[in-house]
């Protein structure tokens, strides 16, 4: 099933006690658009930390340059998800394939892409004997948080 593109950009909150404040301009100036008085649903979850993404990115690049386990980057992500269980099922002839799930922003919540980045990085310790610490010892604090 294709996943059908919101028709807003997500738009995000900041808790002041009880009140729920637009972050940004931009959020705030969408909030307007509804009247006064309206009762609006809204899904409430944390948004993603990009930085933790770009980590990720970068702890692959690290590890395709140390040790040459894949051609690219990208193909390195596809193994790992597939090795990490972060995967869908297809039919194909008849035959149940697993193929790499997403991990955008949209597929995966924060608290969930927190667990594939813990099974990320220690499925790479396990099968490539590569840390961050080993190859990006510059920002020691992204990676604590990661394991």
Do not use: W
């Not at 608290?111 to 004997?129: C, D, H, Q, S, Y």
């Amino acid at each position: 099933m294709i996943k059908k593109a919101p028709e807003h950009p997500p738009f995000y909150l900041i808790r002041d006690g009880d009140r729920l404040i637009g972050e940004m301009e931009m959020d705030r100036e969408m909030i307007r658009e509804f009247p006064i008085g309206q009762r609006i649903q809204a899904d409430l979850r944390t948004g993603r930390v990009p930085s933790r993404l770009r980590f990720y990115f970068k702890f692959l690049r690290e590890v395709v340059k140390a040790t040459e386990c894949a051609p690219h980057p990208k193909a390195l992500h596809q193994m790992v998800k597939l090795r990490t269980g972060y995967t869908d099922d297809v039919i194909i002839s008849g035959f149940i394939v697993k193929v790499p799930s997403s991990i955008s922003f949209e597929s995966m919540d924060e608290p969930t892409f927190e667990g594939f980045l813990k099974n990320a990085v220690r499925f790479i310790a396990e099968e490539f004997g590569v840390t961050p610490e080993d190859v990006m010892p510059e920002r020691p604090e992204q990676h604590r948080r990661a394991s």
